[in-house]
């Protein structure tokens, strides 16, 4: 019999929401974690940060991965949590590798909050972060939190040796304009075209942007509404200008041959399903009351609707 996967999108510490979702699924508590008799899970990173559960999920998922009945690739959140806490070098004239300005400890405040009173347990997860693959391909579909480029990826592999982030290489993963930054922004963040004409938008959470989230399936695309991709609307006058052709050669295309990819990372809202024939985006907002989702993955190679299953976040019950 082959083996079948659910895939689990962005936790972002709710944990109570994972456990329901797990044994909504047929996943039990037997030997210290949670397995099912036929399947295995996928996690699709940013188990961290935000929510009030966020030890709980991480222990939830590690337990499952060490005992090979999940994997896991890493989140951004991971990423952010893991570089916001490790010492630059003295040459780099900051105490951290991810500078602790108000953005950046905001985001990060309630993981660390969660761990204070763990001091050694939380040194144990960052290593552990640290060691997550950034990407999984599978026989029949691949895993990454946000973006899959196969040619940047052929690059990490060719000049990193695997798939994972070595903890030697994390001051290099912070020079902005190298490789690995770039390689990590794009399969962790995401493709994103700059506003014209030195535009910024303020979104929801009231932060100050000047790039929007951009599709990387988008067949030729014509304006910017045929490639924005984000919870955040574009100015009414930009909406739907022209692309130039400089934007369009910055923009990336996944084709509908390539193997069924899942990522997370989006926002997304409404009830799940694909966002193309071959590609599902499992992030439906948990954390801010909307949908802790997973795919049921088999063998098929075109993403069914009814193979999706989640559990509603309530208020007080994540």
């Not at 060490?66 to 780099?92: F, K, Q, R, W």
């Not at 963040?189 to 989230?213: C, H, I, Q, V, Y």
């Not at 399936?217 to 100015?235: C, E, G, I, N, T």
Request: glycine share 6%; net charge neutral.
């Amino acid at each position: 019999m082959s083996q079948g996967y659910d895939l689990i999108g962005d936790i972002h510490g709710c944990g109570k929401t994972l456990v329901s979702l797990l044994e909504q699924m047929g996943y039990s508590q037997r030997q210290g974690c949670y397995q099912h008799p036929k399947r295995k899970v996928v996690f699709l990173g940013d188990i961290v940060d935000r929510g009030p559960n966020i030890r709980m999920a991480c222990h939830v998922v590690r337990d499952m991965v060490d005992a090979g009945h999940a994997y896991i690739v890493m989140g951004n959140h991971e990423y952010n949590v893991l570089t916001y806490c490790t010492e630059s070098p003295p040459a780099m004239q900051q105490p951290y590798l991810r500078p602790h300005t108000q953005r950046n400890a905001f985001i990060v405040e309630q993981t660390l909050e969660q761990f204070a009173n763990y001091a050694s347990e939380f040194r144990d997860f960052l290593n552990w972060f640290a060691d997550l693959p950034l990407f999984l391909e599978f026989d029949h579909f691949r895993v990454i939190h946000a973006c899959w480029d196969q040619r940047m990826i052929d690059e990490y592999v060719r000049r990193y040796g695997g798939n994972r982030l070595r903890r030697q290489d994390l001051v290099e993963s912070v020079n902005v304009g190298g490789f690995l930054h770039d390689f990590l922004d794009r399969s962790l963040r995401g493709t994103a075209l700059k506003l014209p004409d030195n535009r910024f938008m303020l979104s929801k959470d009231g932060l100050r942007r000047e790039f929007f989230r951009t599709k990387f399936w988008a067949q030729q695309p014509r304006r910017y509404s045929d490639v924005v991709f984000q919870p955040d609307p574009l100015p009414d006058d930009i909406e739907h200008a022209l692309l130039s052709a400089e934007e369009k050669e910055q923009l990336l295309f996944y084709g509908r041959d390539e193997k069924p990819l899942f990522i997370g990372h989006y926002w997304m809202s409404g009830l799940p399903e694909p966002i193309v024939s071959n590609i599902a985006c499992l992030d439906y907002s948990a954390v801010k009351y909307g949908r802790l989702a997973a795919y049921r993955m088999d063998q098929e190679r075109v993403l069914q609707r009814s193979k999706f299953t989640w559990v509603r976040v309530e208020k007080g019950e994540r």
